[in-house]
Every structure is written in C-alpha cells, then in structure tokens.
C-alpha cells in the first residue's frame, strides 16, 4: 500500500503564488506515475497535471493551467510538486494527488486511472 499526504494549500490572491507538496509513503516503487486532480465546489474532478516516475519524466497539463503551473518530482524524497503561478480565483479548489503503478499504460487524465490518493489540501483564490 502507498499513502499519499498533500500539503502546501491555503489562500492566497490572485496573480499570486502556491506550491502544492504531495509525500508518498510505504511501498513506493520509483516506477510510480503520479497526478494532481481538483474539485471545486459543485463540479466533477478534473485532471490538473501528471508525471511519470520513470526514465524520461514525461509531464502533461489540463489547458486551462498549461503555462501556469509546474509538475515536478524528487524520487529520493518520494515527493511530488506542483507549482502554481498567476493564480486565479477559478483555481479554487480541493487539489489531491495520485499515483498509479502502470506508467499511464491506461492513460492520465481519467481519475480511474489511478491506484492511491490523498486527502487533498484546499486551494483558495481571493479575487
């Protein structure tokens, strides 16, 4: 089993600035593809941005944050990252990570996809 801990939400305004953190415990394999998904309140969860584990570090990004936001990973820290940039208010969300253990052979942007995740950390954007 693998546990995934967010951390790094809060409130911030917009234009400004957040790092999300994601930490993975138990028996992580370095092969693990990993993802960060949203929900806002009253709308489905979206995909936000993934990338792999493995050799080549493939990343991919939802349209609305492609430009904005920075996925990146620290295996020797089992820990994930996502950057977010020039916030704004429609990025209000619960933003939870992910991991699979198939190196998106099944894809990356449907939540079914995945194996483990976390709590989720709130992201607020003030206007």
């Known amino acids: 089993q693998v546990q995934l801990v967010e951390s790094g939400g809060g409130l911030v305004q917009a234009g400004g600035s957040l790092r999300l953190s994601c930490a993975a415990s138990g028996r992580t394999f370095s092969s693990y593809a990993m993802g960060w998904f949203r929900q806002a309140p009253g709308k489905e969860r979206e995909f936000v941005a993934a990338?792999?584990?493995?050799?080549?570090?493939?990343?991919y990004y939802a349209d609305s944050v492609k430009g904005r936001f920075t996925i990146s990973r620290d295996n020797a820290k089992k820990s994930m990252y996502l950057q977010m940039n020039s916030l704004k208010p429609e990025d209000t969300a619960v933003y939870y990570c992910a991991a699979e253990t198939t190196m998106f052979r099944r894809g990356y942007r449907r939540g079914d996809v995945y194996d483990y995740w976390g709590q989720g950390t709130q992201v607020t954007v003030s206007s």
């Open positions: 990338i792999s584990w493995g050799a080549g570090s493939n990343t």
